[in-house]
Structures are given as structure tokens and as C-alpha cells.
């Protein structure tokens, strides 16, 4: 056995093992720092507040009387309030009972029922107010494009002819106006590849005539992880110059060239910072959100384009930055929504549903490519949880607010042998779906 060639290995797989614990960690500790502290805000007293399931490894018990403590099992954590049996909150009756009025008041099952709606639906919405925060840093960081085509930064490209610079602002190209940004992506998008193109522009006060790269190189924006491209260490800002041994110009006829290989190798000759070298790599079939809704299976090898430079940008302020973030967590609820429900109609594979080592993949190579990814990674992942944990599944927070609806309309709350029942096929429900997911995992 070649013991020195899975060192490589042995050192991803303890990094991916890694980034999933801290990002998991983030997510679950900022959903149950909601449950704790509205439920502190609403009278209702936390006994536990663990970070991390099984043994315990550290605790303190604060001023209050809360035990903060850190499990050895770093997949998940719990706050267990006064008068739980467990930590899904399942009743504790005959604690409960024991209990004088007042006392009864500081428990998550004799508080009123707006203070325990109120902390139950806290876990998942400080899981979209993190996802919200971490997408407004990051407009307000990046900035957004103007409304203008100036060039901010150009990508660096073999030579093809006069550059751009920095503060340009293209008026046509190939004869076409361009008087928004907008407008010259469309134009853009609609001219046929071409190894160059005519750009009119004006520079410094004065209009000038100049050749050069088509507007969407065949230049690497990002790549997905894990995928094909990820797995061969193709990098953002790779050029790719041709796809087995054809040329291309642009990376509209890299897709096309990807698509038509039915799942077949790919050699591609890319060039980076002047020199050139081939990769092999196999597309994978997934199956992509499309704007107009729906989704459209296509081979790919998990890399994205986009124009031959970087658009100028601006600042956004705090109000608008943060209607960006809203929209981007929007956009990832109702994508994860949509592609949920084109599962369960079989319209997708059921394969895009992912399990833990999935997940823990993604970690893992969202966390090499840089912190700024990684911190991506964990505003979407924050998302998915709080999502999942309002589906009206008993041992979930959505079921638990589904029990509280029920005992605002009838006037009391279920039966404790019915929420043993509930709470047992929520479970059982909630063990089958990880079975599939890892089964998924392992062989889709």
C-alpha cells in the first residue's frame, strides 16, 4: 500500500471534516441563540444551552442559571427550557404538574402561547437574519455594477489586440449601442462567438475606436465545488483556449462544446498567467434553476463566465445593501423550494438532494477556495436550515408552531399520548429522509 499517496487524502478529508464542523457549528448556534434568547426576552426560562449533542466536555452555569456547554458531538445542539422532557421539547408532564403557578409560567409548555410561538419560530428566523447580514456585507463590501458600461478592472487575457482600461465607458460594439450596462449584456449575448469584437468607447472626454477581446471570453469566473473543473484544479481566472482540441473564443461555445458530450471526458488547454497546460475532466449531470422557474438538466463541469472585464461598481448603503441581502435569501428559499417540489414530482433526479457527506464535500472545497467562499457557503447554509426546520414535521420547529396553531383554534393543546405518537413518526420521517439523503451521497 502506498501509504505517502494517502497522506493527500488523509489531510482533505480531515480539512473537509473541518469546515463542516465550523460551519455547521455557526449555523446550529445561531439557531438556537434565537430560541434562547427570545425565550429569555418572553419569561421563559432555559435550563441547557448546548452547543453539540452526547458527552458534555466544558460547562458553566451563568447568573441566570442557564448551563452553557460544549457536547463531543459536534452535529447539532439543543436549548433545553424548564419543563422539557428532552431536547425537542417533548412535555415533561409530571415536572410540569409539580411546579406552582408561577414557576409553571417560566416553562416552554405553561408560558402563553405567543411567548412559545414567538421563541420556537426565533431558531429559524435568526438563521435568515444571519444568511440576510453575511449577503449585505458582502454588497456592501464587493459593491454593486453601476448602471453604466465603464470598465472597472480587466481580466487578464492572452493578447487579443488594443485593451480596455479601467474607466472606459463602451458606447457600441459591433455597431450596436450600449447606453446602460444592461444593454451591452444583451448586445453581448447576441452577437455570434468570434475571437474579437468592435468596441466604440470614450476615454478620458474623447471617443476611440479599438479591437479587441468578444465581450464573454472563455475566462473562468468561479468554480463550483465540488464538480469536475474543482477535482482537475482549474482556477478562477484560468482561460480556457480550446475543449479537445477545438478552439474556442468564447465561453458560450465552451458550454455548447461541454453539453454535447453526453457526460463523455473533456480535454481542456488552458492558459494561466502566460502558460499553458491541458486538464481532463468529466462533466456531471445536474440539473440548474432556470430564472423563468422550472429547471433544465444539462452536463457540467462546474465553471462559470462572464464578461471580458470587471463592470465599475459602487457602494450600496446600508438600506439598499440590505434589500439585496433580503433578495438573495429570498432567492435561495424559494430555488431550494422549487427544487424540492421538482423532486417530489420526479421533473429532477432525487440525486440533488444531498445528505452530511454531500454537504461535508461542500464545506470542505468552499473553504479552500478562500474565506470569502466559505463565508458564502455558510450565509446559504444558514438558509437550508432554517428552511428545513419550518417544515411541519412533529420534532421540528414547524411542527411544534403546527401544534400551537392547533391549540389556539381548539383551545388546548394536543393530548401528551398524541404528541408522543407525532413526535415518534417525526422522527422516524426525519431518520428515513437522512438515510436517503446519505444513501445519495454515497452512490448517485
Known amino acids: 500500500m502506498d501509504i505517502v499517496g494517502l ?6 478529508a480531515v480539512w473537509t471534516i473541518i469546515a463542516f464542523i465550523v460551519a455547521l457549528s455557526i449555523v446550529v448556534a445561531v439557531h438556537e441563540y434565537g430560541h434562547y434568547i427570545v425565550g429569555r426576552w418572553t419569561g421563559i426560562h432555559a435550563e441547557v444551552f448546548s ?13 441566570r442559571g442557564t448551563r452553557w456547554q460544549l457536547a463531543a458531538l459536534p452535529f447539532g445542539g439543543y436549548v433545553r427550557f424548564l419543563g422539557d422532557a428532552d431536547a425537542a421539547s417533548s412535555r415533561a408532564s409530571l415536572t410540569v404538574h409539580q411546579l406552582n403557578e408561577q414557576e409553571r409560567g417560566r416553562t416552554m409548555h405553561g408560558a402563553p402561547l405567543w411567548a412559545r410561538s414567538a421563541t420556537v419560530a426565533a431558531g429559524p428566523l435568526f438563521n435568515f437574519a444571519l444568511s440576510i447580514l453575511v449577503f449585505c456585507g458582502f454588497f456592501m463590501v464587493k459593491g454593486v455594477a453601476t448602471e453604466l458600461p465603464v470598465v472597472g478592472q480587466m481580466k487578464e487575457l492572452p493578447s487579443a489586440g488594443q485593451e480596455l482600461e479601467p474607466g472606459d465607458r463602451i458606447l457600441s460594439v459591433n455597431g450596436q449601442e450600449t447606453a446602460t450596462l444592461a444593454d451591452f449584456v444583451r448586445v453581448a449575448n447576441e452577437l455570434p462567438p468570434a475571437p474579437t469584437a468592435d468596441y466604440r468607447i470614450e476615454r478620458a472626454g474623447a471617443e476611440l475606436a479599438l479591437t479587441t477581446a468578444y465581450p464573454f471570453p472563455p475566462v473562468v469566473d468561479s468554480v463550483q465545488a465540488p464538480s469536475g473543473a474543482h477535482d482537475a484544479g482549474i482556477e478562477a481566472g484560468d482561460v480556457i483556449l480550446s475543449v479537445n482540441g477545438a478552439e474556442i473564443a468564447s465561453f458560450r461555445e465552451l458550454r455548447e462544446a461541454v453539453g454535447d458530450t453526453n457526460g463523455a471526458p473533456v480535454t481542456l488547454t488552458v492558459w494561466r498567467a502566460g502558460e499553458t497546460f491541458e486538464a481532463t475532466l468529466s462533466p456531471r449531470r445536474m440539473d440548474i434553476p432556470l430564472a423563468s422557474g422550472g429547471f433544465e438538466t ?3 463541469i462546474g465553471l462559470s463566465g462572464g464578461l471580458l472585464f470587471e463592470p ?4 450600496p448603503g446600508p438600506i439598499e445593501a440590505m434589500g439585496l441581502g433580503i433578495q438573495q435569501t429570498y432567492t435561495v ?17 432525487s440525486c440533488n438532494l444531498q445528505g452530511p457527506i454531500g454537504i461535508a464535500e461542500i464545506s470542505g472545497a468552499a ?6 467562499n466559505f463565508i458564502w457557503f455558510i450565509a446559504m447554509l444558514s438558509t437550508a436550515v432554517g428552511l428545513m426546520n419550518l417544515f411541519p414535521v412533529p420534532i421540528l420547529d414547524g411542527g411544534h408552531l403546527v401544534f400551537h396553531a392547533y391549540e389556539a383554534v ?12 407525532l413526535m415518534t413518526g417525526g422522527l422516524a420521517m426525519l431518520l428515513s429522509l437522512m438515510v436517503f439523503a446519505v444513501t445519495n451521497d454515497l452512490f448517485c
Do not use: C, N, Y
Request: hydrophobic share 40%; glycine share 14%; aromatic share 4%.
Open 367 to 372: 473553504a479552500s477556495q478562500g474565506p470569502g
Open 7 to 12: 497522506v493527500p487524502q488523509f489531510g482533505g
Open 51 to 63: 452547543l453539540g449533542m452526547g458527552p458534555v466536555i466544558a460547562s458553566r452555569v451563568d447568573r
Open 298 to 300: 444539462r452536463w457540467l
Open 410 to 421: 381548539a383551545g388546548k393543546p394536543p393530548s401528551d399520548r398524541a404528541l408522543r405518537i
Open 312 to 315: 465599475e461598481t459602487r457602494t
Open 333 to 349: 428559499i424559494t430555488t431550494s423550494l422549487s427544487g424540492l417540489w421538482h423532486m417530489v414530482t420526479g421533473a429532477i433526479s
